[in-house]
Nanobody, 124 residues
């Protein structure tokens, strides 16, 4: 069982930066792949980024590639999403998720555990 708690969301102007954190409980965190997803009002949840269990593999949605960076610190049971050059269309609730397989995936169905989400609002 893994419990996930996101933090770091907030209101930022376009072009600004935020860093999201996701703290995980559970001794098996280091074996899980971790992902970030987001959901804007009236839209379906979409994949943002994922990182494999050993940080060797990362994968990004085209819409955030070059602007967002996912990383993890297994000693701290935490995964991060550094978001730079933010755009109004990045406004959404951001969720972190854990995939027991350990390998990066963009499908939400691969992820067994989800956090409650943190709101990111980018003003123009």
């Amino acid at each position: 069982q893994v419990q996930l708690v996101e933090s770091g969301g907030g209101l930022v102007q376009a072009g600004g930066s935020l860093r999201l954190s996701c703290a995980a409980s559970g001794r098996t965190f280091s074996g899980y792949a971790m992902g970030w997803f987001r959901q804007a009002p009236g839209k379906e949840r979409e994949f943002v980024a994922a990182i494999g269990w050993n940080s060797g593999n990362t994968y990004y949605a085209d819409s955030v590639k070059g602007r967002f960076t996912i990383s993890r610190d297994n000693a701290k049971n935490t995964v991060y999403l550094q978001m730079n050059s933010l755009k109004p269309e990045d406004t959404a609730v951001y969720y972190c998720a854990a995939d027991p397989s350990g390998y990066v995936a963009s499908s939400a169905r691969r992820y067994d555990y989800w956090g409650q989400g943190t709101q990111v609002t980018v003003s123009s």
